[in-house]
């Protein structure tokens, strides 16, 4: 399969800089990544690509350095065959995800996404918290969410779930389709008008494959076998990158288990714009709205404007972030510590050399 960068999705910030790279370069995309090698779409059709000296090196200093699905490289083809991954250009959004453990930043899932369909099973029923979460997440990344209420065809009142599931995304579009039946597919292609890109997320058996494969109109990626429960083992083991024939590129992750929030808060607030909105007409600028006078958020819960279940999911991710901030703050202290360890070791070595 080839396609022209346009196919591939590329903008015009890209555009610029692939402009700017050595001509004997060749640009492509990274559709998916398998341990220091990359699957990546030229117009002349895919290849495999090792890391450069430079890509290591920046990858030992930041892990989110590295090459993931969705990012624009160039690559050098060596004269005995080998190709290498010389540079990304700069990401215009990047979905990441906070680490449980490790190092203070995040692992990004997919980078350069125009939208996120936050991919959701009608069957079982949604769990809205849930999807507040994602959203946060969604909307730190710098892509434009929206909601995608799979597998309609097993329940009869999808578009009464779509009203409280909108009702919980604000700022965000809510769509409701089938990928058995392909009722609803068409709202979902045409937001991939003009070569977007668009990364699915969602939970383990919420249906991402299987919307991309009823997308593309062919069996392109495994799904689960059937199950009753609804929820279950991972199918898909990694993100990849698909270009549809109808136009258009859709990024499937394997689902996601623990979704980390970061810490800045951005995302959260643009999740809950309501009661950001609210929190601002607080008497008080740092008001933890719970026993403060004149709270307006506690006004808005007292004249029901504002639903418990909300606030009560709000309170949680806002408690998370503000761990995660913490928890940051001591790992960069720490850090600080020993790089200032370190150093006045070394000044100690150069004003009293050892004889
Ligand atoms: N009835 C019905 N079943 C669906 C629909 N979409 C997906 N399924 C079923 O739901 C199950 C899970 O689908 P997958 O597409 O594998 O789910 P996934 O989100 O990719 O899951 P992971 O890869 O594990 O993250 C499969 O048994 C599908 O056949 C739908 O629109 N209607
Ligand atoms: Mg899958
Ligand atoms: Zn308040």
């Known amino acids: 399969m080839s396609a022209t960068l346009q196919a591939l999705g590329l903008d ?25 090698l990359a699957t990546v779409l030229t117009e002349d059709g895919p290849v495999r690509a090792t890391w450069s000296g430079a890509i290591l090196a ?22 005995d065959e080998r190709i290498t991954l010389e540079s990304l250009a ?24 125009d939208m996120i369909a936050i991919v959701v099973g009608l069957h079982p029923e949604p769990n809205i918290g849930r999807i507040e979460r994602f959203l946060a997440l969604a909307w730190e990344s710098g892509a434009r969410p929206v909601v995608v209420l799979t597998k309609a065809d097993l329940v009869g009142d999808a578009d009464a779930v779509a009203e409280d599931v909108a009702n919980a995304a604000p700022g965000a579009d809510v769509l409701v389709c089938s990928a058995t039946t392909a009722d609803g597919l068409e709202a979902v292609r045409s937001l991939l008008d003009g070569n977007a890109t ?17 997308l593309a109109g062919v069996e392109l990626l495994d799904v689960q076998d059937i199950r009753d429960d609804g929820k279950g083992r ?32 951005e995302g959260l607030a643009a999740a809950f714009p309501d009661i950001t909105a609210l929190a601002e007409q607080c008497k ?20 029901g404007t504002l639903p418990v279940r909300r606030y009560e999911s709000w309170t949680k991710l806002q408690r998370e972030a503000a761990f995660m901030a913490r928890r940051n703050d001591l790992r960069l202290r720490a850090e600080t510590k020993k790089q200032w360890a370190r150093a006045s070791k070394s000044y100690r070595r150069d004003v009293n050399p050892r004889p």
């Open 284 to 303: 008080f600028k740092d008001c933890a709205h719970l026993t403060e006078p004149d709270c307006a958020v506690q006004a808005a819960l007292a004249d």
């Open 198 to 214: 668009m990364a699915l997320l969602g939970s383990s058996g919420a249906g991402k494959s299987s919307l991309v494969n009823a």
């Open 90 to 113: 700069p990401r215009r959004s990047a979905i990441v995800r906070a680490e449980v453990s490790g190092t203070s930043k995040g692992q990004v899932l997919a980078a350069n996404v």
């Open 234 to 265: 991972h199918t898909s083991v990694r993100r990849e990158l698909i270009v549809l024939p109808t136009g258009g590129i859709v990024i499937d992750t394997p689902g996601l288990r623990g979704i980390g929030l970061q810490e800045s808060g």
């Open 58 to 79: 920046a990858m030992a200093g930041d892990a989110q350095a590295g090459p993931c699905t969705g990012d624009w490289a160039v690559l050098r083809f060596w004269p």
């Open 12 to 36: 015009s910030s890209t555009a610029d800089f692939l402009q700017s790279v050595p001509h004997d370069l060749v640009p492509g995309r990274v559709a998916r990544v398998d341990k220091g």
